[in-house]
């Protein structure tokens, strides 16, 4: 890194620290200037003690030196320690600061950085540095040493100065002694730098450890992993590797604290020598009557000072050159730019609530591949169609609903809402219009009520319908608080386990409670029993009411709810028509030739529903084909 690049790191993270936290960056300043002085008090005054105990002074004179020694050196520690509490205070203000940095940032990236490995890796990262003392929180170290030990190298040579004005200390000795503090400055300097440079080996290596450390121990933790740990008897594996995860660390450590120690020793013994040389020095003036005995507990003690601060300035200087590399990667996380056009242009709110999508030949790449998603991907939907998206794993599905949110711009091609780029639009507003249940969809361990408006505050008879439109109704009536009942036990011990299918229930609630014009659902009753599974599917345009329902699956049950059914393939729409034997026979041929191998398919419709038989191949029941979403009479699940 170059000079200008260290300091602006060094004016930009100072920034930082002030804005996290005024009460911590101004507690840091004063705790480092009074504990800086705090050494100097009984010094100064305890060389003026012992000068008038060697002049000869009255009793009262001696009195009033002990007594401003102790009563000072008594204010600055009480003092310093009313400025560390206000420091301890500071701190956890700034580590709030730092906790919502965090939370901000995550919600203010793009979802394709969101789900860019990188990006979640440099996160992981800068945040395990944190954890080992680096970056801003290495701000505070930084700032109380640089103003500690400055303090104290002038506060030294103002206390030796005077030494250079004894006529009974030749000139040739005060410039060996000039001379002697130099060359312990710099045997201090390289030591230092050879000692961080070590130290830098050692935790570059362990950045990566401590981030696998750390999933290993999430993951031991979890209640959920217990099952597997047990089941499949993982505790030995799991402790043998720990236990030499953690050897071999521990050995490297020891290895590098061993060199350090080393390094270490040799400016340590450069300091002693000259402590030596002063002594000898002040003893020979001593001896010419030059100098008096407070004098030299003055000098010797303010050199060793002077010294011990110099080192030390030295030592904190070059960490902080080290740290501005790991705020260089800190910075370059909160500073990924967020690409998605936020637009201008409003939602139109229409009387009629009349809304039209199109997709007009969109193609898609997720970032850093070569493979499209969706290709050629054209087709047009209104305010209150039922539109079944089928299709195996990976064919697109998921992606097509990603471009429909706005999570994610086309490569290639435009969707317009009412013939509007869709990228015009103000996007906090263009999200406003989709309530979307995605298949890894998160709860929180907040209260029900709270999980189903997505929010602090939420209407109850509101929460309440949703829930029960969902098929959730029978389980809050045993719940025992009601929407105010806590989901886990992350924070009230009190909390409900919920099953998946329950979970998927609040979710679906929670769609239903934004109210938005258009309702996604992608796999909604992928965790449900049979019975649940038909119960959302039967009611399901009861709960769409007059809003745009898009339902993907990969099971063709859900397409006799539906008015016309999108078949992916490949990341292309390889049909798509209303209830009618082709489009059904092409999704079921799809769905069951990649399961089952060769298939021949017969569709016929039955008063606008469908009816799909299956012919398996020789050797093969019909039943055992059921698993791809058909079951004998071709509705899985259904009567």
């Not at 103003?147 to 506060?155: H, T």
């Not at 539906?562 to 490949?570: A, K, T």
Request: with cysteine; net charge positive.
């Amino acid at each position: 890194m170059t000079l200008r690049e260290h300091i602006s790191i060094a004016r930009r993270s100072w920034r930082l620290l002030y804005s996290m936290s005024r009460r911590f960056f101004a507690a840091i300043l004063a705790y480092s200037v009074v504990t800086a002085l705090l050494p100097y008090i009984p010094v100064w005054f305890s060389a003026r003690l012992i000068d008038a105990l060697a002049a000869g002074a009255g009793v009262q004179v001696l009195i009033r030196y002990a007594a401003l020694t102790v009563g000072l050196t008594a204010l600055g520690t009480l003092l310093s320690a009313v400025l560390n509490a206000q420091k301890e205070i500071g701190f956890q203000e700034a580590n709030c600061s730092y906790e919502w940095m965090h939370a901000e940032k995550a919600m203010a990236l793009a979802y394709a950085s969101i789900e860019d490995r990188k990006v979640s890796l440099l996160r992981e990262r800068i945040q395990t540095e944190t954890r080992m003392g680096w970056n801003v929180f290495y701000l505070d170290s930084c700032i109380e040493q640089f103003v500690r030990f400055g303090v104290q190298i002038f506060a030294s040579i103002a206390l030796t100065a005077s030494f250079f004005t004894l006529h009974a200390i030749a000139p040739a000795a005060k410039l060996a002694f000039v001379g002697g503090i130099l060359v312990s400055i710099v045997v201090a300097v390289l030591t230092s730098a050879r000692s961080s440079a070590i130290n830098m080996e050692f935790l570059k290596d362990g950045v990566t450890e401590n981030i696998t450390l750390d999933k290993y121990s999430t993951y031991i933790r979890n209640y959920s992993s217990g099952k597997d740990i047990r089941l499949y008897a993982m505790t030995a594996p799991l402790v043998k590797y720990a236990g030499n995860f953690y050897k071999t660390i521990c050995d490297r450590e020891a290895r590098a604290y061993f060199r350090r120690a080393l390094l270490r020793l040799a400016a340590v013994l450069m300091d002693h020598v000259l402590r030596f040389g002063v002594y000898l020095l002040l003893i020979s003036g001593a001896l010419r009557g030059g100098v008096s005995v407070g004098s030299i507990a003055q000098y010797v003690t303010s050199v060793m000072l002077l010294l011990a601060a110099a080192n030390g300035f030295v030592r904190a200087w070059q960490v902080a050159m080290t740290n501005d590399q790991y705020l260089k990667r800190f910075f370059s996380y909160f500073d990924i730019p967020n690409p998605m056009y936020q637009g201008t242009l409003s939602v139109e709110k229409r009387d009629d609530n009349d809304y039209c999508i199109e997709f007009r030949d969109v193609s898609f790449r997720y970032p850093n591949t070569e493979t499209y998603a969706l290709r050629h991907v054209s087709l047009r939907f209104r305010i209150g169609e039922r539109l079944a998206v089928v299709g195996m794993n990976g064919s697109g599905k998921t992606t097509f609903i990603k471009l429909l949110c706005r999570l994610y711009d086309p490569t290639e091609g435009v969707i317009l809402l009412n013939g509007v780029d869709i990228r015009k639009y103000n996007y906090d507003e263009y999200l406003s219009i989709f309530s979307v249940v995605f298949q890894d969809f998160r709860l929180f361990s907040f209260s029900l009520g709270q999980n189903v408006a997505a929010g602090a505050e939420y209407d109850r008879e509101r929460a309440v319908s949703c829930l029960r439109e969902a098929g959730f109704g029978e389980r809050l009536a045993k719940m025992p608080e009601g929407l105010e009942t806590s989901l886990y036990q992350d924070f009230d011990k009190a909390g409900m386990e919920i099953s998946g299918g329950e979970a998927q229930k609040i979710a679906l609630a929670r769609a239903l409670y934004k109210n938005a014009p258009f309702i996604v659902l992608d796999e909604p009753t992928a965790a449900l029993d049979p019975v649940s599974e038909y119960e959302v599917y039967r009611k399901f345009n009861e709960i769409s009411g007059g809003r745009t329902a898009v339902y993907i699956s990969h099971r063709l049950a859900s397409c006799r709810f539906c008015d016309e059914i999108l078949v992916f393939h490949e990341g292309q729409i390889v049909q798509h028509g209303a209830h009618d034997r082709r489009c059904v026979g092409t999704a079921a041929a799809i769905l069951q030739h990649h399961s089952h191998g060769d298939l021949r398919v017969v569709c016929r419709g039955v008063a606008n529903q469908h009816r799909v038989d299956v012919v398996a191949p020789a050797g093969q029941g019909v039943g055992q084909l059921g698993a791809a979403g058909l079951g004998r009479n071709g509705n899985r699940g259904l009567p």
